[in-house]
């Protein structure tokens, strides 16, 4: 028979009620439900979906916004037409 180590994690209150909350709407324990995912991440080896940075705030982009700023606090703005989307 396998002993089960207990872990303890903290979490964002409102966010917790609404994970108990869907959770309990699926028929899961939040017990059961972390044990499927640590039980995936292990199997697969990597998270179960995907991560990923925002782009707006990688390193090139940052760059070029403290550029245009600088070049706009020295008064060489240039004017472009608005793209409709």
Partial sequence: MTTAVPITMRADP??????????A???LSVNAALNIFIKR???????PFDLAADRFYSEANMRHLRASAAEARAGHVTEHELIEV
């Fill in 14 to 23: 409102s966010v917790k009620a609404c994970f108990e909350q869907i959770c």
């Fill in 41 to 47: 991440v292990v199997r697969d080896r990597k998270i």
């Fill in 25 to 27: 709407e699926i028929g």
